[in-house]
């Protein structure tokens, strides 16, 4: 949960600081209004992921944690991430898709995780066991 924001941050932090150096048009890209927005939504995200992933670990230093609580937060935080690296990579451009920016790298990483993981699927079946009450996988 914890890495996967951290992931997420330094993509949101090297699109920043290339939206800031890039030049088109005679001004930063991050003038742009939709490059603005995205480093918005980013920055939006990160906060929530950080918010969440804060709340869990109080409620395991407290004993109380549930197994849906770990789910909503893994699930939420990965997919977030995800977003937020994809997004990143769009404002550092063609230069996203090379080894020199890291978004990219983040965001299959952060595949591999949603898949190895198995966090969509699972962790959404956990959730919505606890939602309904209705178990909707084993016998």
Same mark, same amino acid.
């Given at each position: =949960?914890?890495?996967? =924001? ?22 930063? &890209?991050?003038?742009?209004?939709? /490059? ?33 609580? &770990? ?10 991430? /995800? ?6 990579? !769009? ?23 949603? !898949?190895?993981?198995? /966090? ?5 079946? &956990? =959730?919505?066991?606890? &939602? ?8």
């Amino acid at each position: =949960m914890w890495g996967a =924001m951290g992931a997420a941050r330094d993509a949101y932090e090297v699109a920043l600081r290339y939206a800031l150096e890039r030049r088109a048009f005679g001004r930063p &890209i991050a003038s742009f209004q939709l /490059t603005q927005q995205k480093l918005v939504d980013m920055v939006l995200e990160l906060q929530k992921g950080v918010l969440i992933a804060l709340q869990t670990g109080r409620l395991k230093d407290a004993g109380t944690l549930r197994p849906e609580q &770990i789910s909503f937060g893994a699930l939420d935080n990965v997919r977030e991430a /995800t977003t937020i690296c994809r997004s990143a990579r !769009t404002i550092v451009g063609g230069n996203g898709i090379t080894l020199e920016h890291s978004p990219m790298r983040h965001a299959e990483n952060l595949e591999s995780v949603r !898949t190895y993981e198995g /966090t969509d699927e699972v962790h959404t079946l &956990i =959730m919505g066991r606890a &939602i309904t009450g209705l178990p909707a996988f084993g016998g």
